[in-house]
């Protein structure tokens, strides 16, 4: 391992959106995957046909099979990241056969890490919950629900939600993307510890190699492949978008090269699917909120200039994350989700199952608890996931083991997310388009404020006079969550 623990030596403010002039050949209109929830009404229920139909066309099957019988041999070993890259470009190429709009949106679970079971994702106009304990964990509630999958026996699709575990936060994920100096360094801490988390967080199918069937695997890897992808950003020049290196214990250790063929994809190679803006891939992922908080907060510890209170470290994250920080109240918290423990590592079975090595994985939990434990000493620091926590328990809670219940109405309750429309109104000029969607952009062009009221309404103000507001759709209650 050549981690060095160094969180905040060498901090480079890297935006996450900075084009690299990656050299691409064919590439020029990469699709664009998004964060889940920064997509639109519209836009999500046309990715959740479009993945209703690839289940009922039996496709999803298909992918099944590939991915139980591949198992052995893109788990555990360099070609994880690679080989998963194809895999889900083929499943959004399905999609798009479906409707050619879409494309496969990531979900970054690190805003979730915190206390996962009340992510937004699991919402029943999202994923869907937990499955249901009194009948085989069987999912019973949100778009998937009774989905009957047949790899590798018949079965019903089943979830089975760890209420207690948390995942790792966006600023552990963040410095093990900076002190992994090399290829070989990031993909076995990022396989062994943060993604495998989530898959044993939501058991059931996403606990077994035929986590494929669950559709939330796809925005799982996706987020996955986006860590690694976003790694390769922070290289100098495009360097990153070329290597590939490391150990493969399946076959008596050799030293892995890019032109080792890709697993059961006979016509490609390792590097083929390195620089997703290649001749073969073409598309890049949107920045994601969390991320980007947690640069914020370490920009002002790497400054010199620590945030001077809790409060203060607060502010600077809910401001990224597009909360009002005075509606972001931390002793709604209890002192356990409060604090983000370290993980003790993965069980027996799921190391055995994915092919990894126990002695390696328990060495990347060491170095991710190394960083968790820095980061929890510097003075007034909180975590995003935290801040999340908070915004969602006082004005989003639901049960995720109930994803069908609709979530409760009145302004402030949960079920604000829904059902809103963004209004923009130029009062003036100069006349600046505002993207929905993406808050950063109201950053980059120095937004003065953005306030939120009560969860009944949000106002933004930017220089020239130009505001825009948020209103309700149908049942009057206005998010306080900014989505622009
Ligand atoms: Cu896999």
């Not at 699709?31 to 039996?58: H, N, Q």
């Not at 509630?141 to 047949?150: K, L």
């Not at 290829?183 to 943060?194: A, C, G, H, K, W």
Request: net charge negative; aromatic share 10%.
């Amino acid at each position: 391992m050549r981690i060095r623990l160094t969180v905040f030596a060498t901090i480079f403010l890297v935006t996450m959106t900075t084009v690299v002039a990656i050299a691409a050949a064919k590439c020029s209109d990469p699709r664009v995957r998004k964060e889940i929830r920064d997509l639109t009404d519209d836009e999500r229920e046309r990715y959740i046909y479009a993945v209703k139909k690839v289940y009922d066309e039996g496709w999803l099957d298909n992918l099944t099979e590939n991915h139980f019988t591949s198992g052995a041999n893109v788990h555990g070993v360099p070609v994880f990241f690679p080989w998963h890259r194809q895999f889900i470009w083929d499943y959004e190429n399905l999609l798009r056969k479906v409707d050619s709009e879409i494309t496969l949106p990531y979900w970054d679970w690190t805003l979730d890490a915190a206390k996962p079971p009340l992510s937004q994702v699991f919402h029943s106009n999202y994923m869907g919950g937990s499955g249901n304990p009194n009948q085989l964990n069987c999912l019973m509630n949100g778009p998937f629900r009774y989905w009957q999958v047949t790899t590798t026996v018949p079965h019903c699709l089943q979830r089975n939600f760890n209420m207690t575990q948390q995942f790792w936060g966006p600023d552990v994920l963040l410095e093990v993307q900076r002190n992994s100096q090399m290829y070989s360094d990031l993909q076995p801490l990022i396989e062994n510890t943060i993604h495998a988390i989530i898959h044993l967080f939501i058991g059931g199918d996403m606990a077994q190699l035929i986590s494929t069937n669950d559709p939330i695997f796809f925005l799982h890897h996706a987020m996955v492949d986006k860590v690694w992808y976003d790694w390769q950003l922070m290289g100098e020049d495009s360097k990153r978008f070329h290597e590939y290196n490391g150990i493969d214990r399946t076959r008596s250790n050799v030293t892995v090269n890019p032109t080792d063929p890709l697993p059961e994809y006979t016509h490609l190679s390792v590097s083929d699917v390195l620089n997703p803006m290649g001749d073969l891939l073409c598309y890049k992922y949107a920045e994601s909120k969390s991320q980007r908080s947690a640069l914020a907060l370490f920009d002002r510890y790497n400054r010199g200039n620590p945030p001077q209170s809790q409060d203060e470290a607060v502010g600077i994250i809910a401001s990224v994350l597009g909360y009002n920080p005075d509606a972001i109240d931390l002793s709604i918290l209890t002192e356990e989700e409060r604090t983000l423990k370290p993980h003790t590592g993965n069980p027996d079975w799921w190391n055995r199952q994915h092919n990894l090595d126990g002695d390696m994985v328990a060495n990347s939990y060491e170095i991710a608890t190394g960083i968790l434990q820095q980061l929890n000493q510097l003075a007034n620091y909180i975590s995003p996931c935290v801040v999340q926590l908070a915004y969602v328990k006082a004005f989003g809670p639901r049960n995720p083991e109930d994803g069908v219940e609709p979530p409760p109405s009145g302004i402030g309750a949960g079920g604000v997310f829904q059902n809103t429309v963004n209004v923009a109104t130029i009062t003036g000029p100069p006349t600046v388009t505002i993207s929905i969607g993406n808050v950063a952009t109201i950053e980059d062009r120095q937004a003065e404020e953005v306030k939120t009221f009560g969860g009944i309404f949000a106002t933004l103000s930017l220089d020239g006079g130009i505001s825009a507001t948020q209103q309700s759709l149908s049942n009057g209650i206005s998010s306080t969550q900014p989505s622009w």
